[in-house]
């Protein structure tokens, strides 16, 4: 039999994880569940079951949707997709390929939601200079590319995509630490994409009109607000990268990086580049609940012992054939999982399953499972409602989603493979 606290623990689980991959209630509204019930459950009194909703990983992500904010309010995001687009001059697929490569990199310091918005426009307007028979390969090979490039550039940083800070909170790890994971991850995963759609479309640039320049005028993007917010993005861009050492030196021990995200938002509005109203509208508060609730309810799974439970069945079930079948399937599930609910809720119902898993099997890192499961939360190709980014380029009317579920599924194995042979060969 189940012990009663067990039970509790699981009770909560299947029905907070029922109404995210349901979508019954708003996801936000559902996370906002997880601390009521902990606590007239008797899991945890009231202060304990909020506090995880000041979680600093939280701060975190507040202070990058702050530098996102500001980035984009004084166009310097438009400005860097501009001049490295005209760079490449007459040649067509070095356009595309560097619009891929500015949307992965913006994406690992902006929402990919917000990302793929700012650069949707460009993609079209790259197609309409170099695809006027409207070829349907160049269409699915561009727009595909563009959501691709959007989805796996959040992987490289912590603030990149929601589920890396969920797997983060979890497993206590910094700005740097993820770095050492993500940045291989993207680097690995992404060529492999673009050339996995190159392949498999087969697009045609031979007959193409060569890109016209774009025109970009310097004085309406420079001046002293724009040079100001590089400058505090960089600040805190270094800070986090050294993060170890300026800590230890000002005698921090711990949650150093959201001391800097918070010193971000000070410097971002006292210079008065941007606005607490213009952070607000930029800001996901859903997103922010939401990993509120997706901490606290790792908590309740830990503290009724529901995860360790869970862990004990997976481990004893599936660990005879194997770990590497094991991380493959754990990899599987989270990205079909992550195909039909929300990526930030589907890390939070996993992670601490799988870190609970992992600590069960003593012959290796127990923080392979847990972290392969949070970068295949990015890798969901296959359906518009996966990710804002398939979604976006979906609602252009030019990628049909039979097209997108025939290329996405293919791309949905090869990166669980991959991911599977990152995390557990580089941790």
């Known amino acids: 039999p189940v012990e009663k606290d067990v039970a509790k623990g699981l009770a909560i689980l299947f029905l907070i994880a029922g109404l995210w991959i349901t979508e019954s209630l708003p996801i936000t509204v559902t996370a906002l569940f997880v601390p009521l019930i902990a606590s007239f459950t008797g899991i945890f009194d009231v202060k304990s079951s909020l506090s995880h909703f000041a979680n600093p990983i939280i701060f975190l992500f507040l202070g990058g949707f702050a530098l996102a904010a500001a980035l984009h309010k004084q166009n310097v995001d438009e400005l860097i997709a501009r001049i490295v687009l005209k760079t490449a001059g007459n040649l067509v697929i070095v356009s595309i390929l560097i619009l891929f490569i500015i949307t992965a990199v913006i994406s690992m310091w902006i929402s990919n939601t917000a990302t793929t918005a700012m650069m949707l426009p460009v993609a079209l307007g790259l197609l309409y200079r170099i695809n006027k028979v409207e070829d349907q390969r160049v269409n699915l090979f561009i727009l595909l590319g563009l959501a691709y490039s959007a989805n796996i550039g959040g992987i490289a940083t912590i603030v990149g995509s929601p589920p890396n800070g969920i797997t983060a909170a979890n497993l206590g790890m910094n700005f740097n630490d993820w770095l050492y994971i993500g940045v291989p991850s993207f680097l690995i995963l992404f060529p492999v994409a673009i050339l996995f759609l190159y392949f498999f479309i087969k697009p045609s640039f031979l007959y193409k009109e060569p890109v016209q320049n774009l025109s970009i005028n310097l004085n309406e993007y420079i001046n002293r607000n724009s040079a100001l917010v590089v400058i505090i993005f960089f600040i805190a861009v270094a800070l986090w990268l050294f993060s170890k050492p300026v800590a230890k030196f000002l005698e921090i021990t711990k949650s150093f990086d959201s001391l800097v995200a918070l010193l971000a938002i000070l410097l971002l509005t006292l ?157």
């Open 271 to 427: 210079s008065r580049v941007v606005t607490w109203k213009d952070i607000e509208k930029f800001t996901d508060w859903g997103v922010l609940l939401l990993f509120g609730g997706g901490i606290t309810l790792s908590a309740v799974l830990s503290e009724t012992g529901a995860s360790r439970y869970l862990a004990h069945i997976l481990h004893s079930n599936l660990l005879e054939h194997g770990f590497i079948v094991l991380l493959f399937g754990a990899c599987l599930l989270m990205i079909f999982l992550t195909e039909i609910a929300s990526n930030t809720a589907s890390a939070a119902i996993l992670v601490p399953i799988f870190l609970a898993v992992g600590s069960e099997i003593p012959s290796v890192n127990s923080n392979i499972l847990p972290i392969a499961v949070g970068i295949a939360a990015s890798c969901a190709f296959m359906l518009p409602v996966a990710t804002p980014p398939n979604a976006l380029v979906f609602g252009t009317g030019k990628v049909s989603q039979r097209s997108m579920m025939k290329i996405g599924v293919g791309l949905n194995f090869i990166c669980a493979i991959i991911i599977c042979l990152i995390a557990y060969f580089v941790l």
